[in-house]
Each structure stands twice: as structure tokens, then as C-alpha cells.
């Protein structure tokens, strides 16, 4: 079973940078090889919206529009981390932001906008832009 828990939260100002962090455990090294990685965000009373994926084996990465050139997917295998670097912070970027895990085997990257394609969710991490 994964397991997946973010930090890097926060408030800040409008125009601001903050980076997630999330840690997987409970998963072989193969099993993180193929994996991917994402993030995404829910706000009070919307729908959870993708935000970044990215395939840990060969570390291509897919963007949602709305954060595109903001910001940055990374992750670190040896530590099993996935990041979410973002700059030029908005308030409508204010959510609580997921970390979810799921298998390149099964689908493209681009399939994995689909929230119902990620077998695992960590617990969340809240994200306050003030204007």
C-alpha cells in the first residue's frame, strides 16, 4: 500500500512562491520507477482539478493550462519526492493541493488529467494566495 503525505503549504501574497513537497512510502523501487506522479488542487465547494503530472521513469511532464510557465514539477527518486515549485502565485490558485500516485503502464500521460485514473491520494496540503 502507498502512501503519500505532502507539505510545503502555506499563505502567501499575490505574486509569491511557495514549493510542495510529497513523500511516497510503502513502494518498492520498481513500483516507483513506473510510476506517475501529480498534483492537484480542490477549492471550497469546486470540483478537484488536475494540476501537473509527471512519469518518474523518464520524468516527462504535463501541465494544466491555468499553471503553465508558473509552475514546476520535479521529483527525486533516491528520496521518493515529488515537488510542485510555484511562482507568480495567484489568489485563484488558493486550494488545498493533493499528491497522487498512479501507474505508467496503464495509461498515457495526458489520460492522467482524469482524476479517476490515480490510485493514490495523500491527505492534502492547504495553499492561501492574499491579493
Known amino acids: 500500500q502507498v502512501q503519500l503525505v505532502e507539505s510545503g503549504g502555506g499563505s502567501v501574497q499575490a505574486g509569491g512562491s511557495l514549493r510542495l513537497s510529497c513523500t511516497a512510502s510503502?513502494?518498492?523501487?520498481?513500483?516507483?520507477?513506473?510510476?506517475?506522479l501529480g498534483w492537484f488542487r480542490q477549492a471550497p465547494g469546486k470540483e478537484r482539478d488536475w494540476v501537473a503530472t509527471?512519469?518518474?521513469?523518464?520524468?516527462?511532464?504535463d501541465y494544466a493550462d491555468s499553471v503553465k510557465g508558473r509552475f514546476t514539477i520535479s521529483h527525486d527518486s533516491a528520496k521518493s519526492t515529488v515537488y510542485l515549485q510555484m511562482n507568480s502565485l495567484k489568489p485563484e490558485d488558493t486550494a488545498m493541493y493533493y499528491c497522487?500516485?498512479?501507474?505508467?503502464?496503464?495509461?498515457?500521460?495526458?489520460?492522467?488529467?482524469?482524476?479517476?485514473?490515480?490510485?493514490?491520494w495523500g491527505q492534502g496540503t492547504q495553499v492561501n494566495v492574499s491579493s
Open positions: 509527471i512519469n518518474t521513469r523518464i520524468s516527462i511532464t
Open positions: 497522487a500516485a498512479g501507474d505508467v503502464r496503464m495509461y498515457f500521460i495526458m489520460t492522467m488529467r482524469d482524476v479517476s485514473k490515480w490510485n493514490y
Open positions: 510503502g513502494a518498492s523501487g520498481d513500483t516507483y520507477s513506473r510510476s506517475y
